[in-house]
Nanobody
Framework: VQLVESGGGLVQAGGSLRLSCAAS????????MGWYRQAPGKERDVVAT???????YYADIVKGRFTISRDNAKNSLYLQMNSLKPEDTAMYYC????????????WGQGTQVTVSS
């Protein structure tokens, strides 16, 4: 499975961005998908996940500001980010969970999000 993110960039605090992730390859081998982020000097953390049936999970720090969605017909994943804060600055990664392993085995290269104050 190949994952390609897009939509990152520079935005002022309070602004919005929409990230997209296009999946290709053995799509039938994945179920849940998610967004993770990693800031310089910090560990990679989960932002939000969505199961194939639509059930979602959000990290507390983004609840009410970010919305994850997926379009199974287009093999695409999205993250709508509103009310962005400087602390949201990070590299954002799209990930997919393997049905076989139950782990997030597939990762994109990442897209940079920078929020200026």
């Amino acid at each position: 499975v190949q994952l390609v993110e897009s939509g990152g960039g520079l935005v002022q605090a309070g602004g919005s961005l929409r990230l997209s992730c296009a999946a290709s390859g053995s799509i039938f081998s994945i179920d849940a998908m998610g967004w993770y982020r990693q800031a310089p000097g910090k560990e990679r953390d989960v932002v939000a996940t969505i199961k194939s049936g639509g059930m979602t999970y959000y990290a507390d720090i983004v609840k009410g500001r970010f919305t994850i969605s997926r379009d199974n017909a287009k093999n695409s994943l999205y993250l709508q980010m509103n009310s962005l804060k400087p602390e949201d600055t990070a590299m954002y990664y799209c990930a997919a969970r393997s049905i076989a392993s139950g782990e997030y085995d597939f990762w994109g290269q990442g897209t940079q999000v920078t929020v200026s104050s």
